[in-house]
């Protein structure tokens, strides 16, 4: 395996500034405080496993994956490569050059080579995103696209594609059917990897990645579901309110009636919007209030903040707490303030 972190070639603005590749430390830092799952495999100095020559030019490919609040963010930077990003759940502030915006489920980005780019405003939200980032030999704005010898497209299919790229100004596209079902092959790919060992299918699933957004391209499949999008923002704002009434004995059932929904929709897009199920959620909720709870307020007792925040009994509270926390209710409340107000944050 190729462990060897070499540096990327800068790019040279022509005010004379110099843009150096991002090497993603923030998310570095999430990863070592057990913030967000995290693989990837990688060469130069971005995170993640080594890949090695077989897929030379494909410089990162991996996903992060958070369920709950984050504290960090991925400020303006820029990458050597051609970069495509994929949301499969959650939502994330995103903006890239003058557009800032916030992508939702099924959100497909591009941004070309050293183009400027942010995620998060400033922090990153909640869900799955995926990133694949292939160095097309650009290190200035006019020289033309060389993509790695394995991109097995014709000429013409590589020329139509590299001018649908470099001459859109649309960042943010809705991914077809197919596109989604490539971002999975990778999650399964990247996770089987053993010293390389996936090459040959990292290569076909990035060429199919190709194809398919090139048929998006051809076919301006555009994918908007009205319907869809007014029952998700639904969702999300019940999921924002739900806060308010954390003490209350919800059900499914009952969350989804008060967003308007059936029980399935409600479900589908809470999976969606926070990477948890509706119970899942409420239950991060809760244990996040009785976190505050217990360092607010020590003249509560750990039964008296159960029963607040919602749980029905302090033996289940305990539980569940420790689960969530690896310590119990009270272990928590005696740590060193310093450190309980730094896992208020984490």
């Known amino acids: 395996m190729n462990n060897i972190k070499q540096s990327i070639v800068p790019f040279k603005g022509e005010n004379g500034s110099v843009y150096h590749a991002d090497t993603c430390l923030p998310l570095v830092d999430a990863v070592r405080r057990n913030k967000v799952q995290f693989k990837a495999l990688a060469r130069h100095t971005y995170p993640g496993d080594r890949l090695t020559l077989d897929t030379k030019g494909l410089n990162t490919i991996g996903y992060w994956s958070a369920n709950e609040e984050q504290d960090w963010g991925l400020d303006w930077h820029r990458n050597e490569g051609v970069e495509f990003h994929f949301l499969e759940s959650g939502h994330m502030p995103y903006a890239v050059e003058n557009t800032e915006t916030e992508l939702f489920p099924g959100d497909f980005t591009i941004t070309r080579p050293w183009q400027q780019h942010k995620v998060g405003n400033p922090h990153v939200g909640i869900g799955k995103f995926y990133w694949v980032i292939i160095d097309v030999g650009v290190r200035r704005p006019h020289q033309p696209w060389v993509w790695p010898d394995w991109i097995v497209l014709s000429n013409d299919d590589l020329q139509r594609l590299n001018m649908l790229i470099r001459q859109n100004e649309q960042p943010i596209w809705k991914a077809t059917p197919e596109i989604k079902a490539c971002f999975k092959l990778i999650n399964q790919t990247i996770h089987q990897d053993v010293n390389g060992s996936s090459a040959s299918k990292l290569r076909l699933h990035i060429n199919e990645l190709l194809i398919h957004l090139l048929d998006m391209f051809d076919n301006g499949k555009m994918i908007l579901n009205e319907s869809l999008t007014d029952s998700m923002r639904s969702a999300k704002q019940f999921i924002e309110e739900l806060s308010n009434n954390l003490s209350h004995p919800w059900t499914i059932e009952e969350m989804a009636a008060s967003s308007g929904l059936g029980a399935t929709r409600f479900t589908h897009h809470c999976k969606q919007l926070t990477n ?33 925040c919602g749980f029905a009994t302090s033996q289940y509270f305990s539980t569940v707490f420790k689960k969530h926390e690896k310590c119990s209710p009270q272990e928590y409340r005696n740590k060193p303030l310093a450190v309980t107000a730094g896992s208020q944050l984490a």
């Open 276 to 308: 948890l199920t509706p119970m899942q959620l409420l239950t991060q909720k809760r244990i996040d209030w009785s976190k505050l709870l217990l360092i607010e307020n020590p003249e509560m007792s750990a039964t008296q903040i159960a029963y607040k």
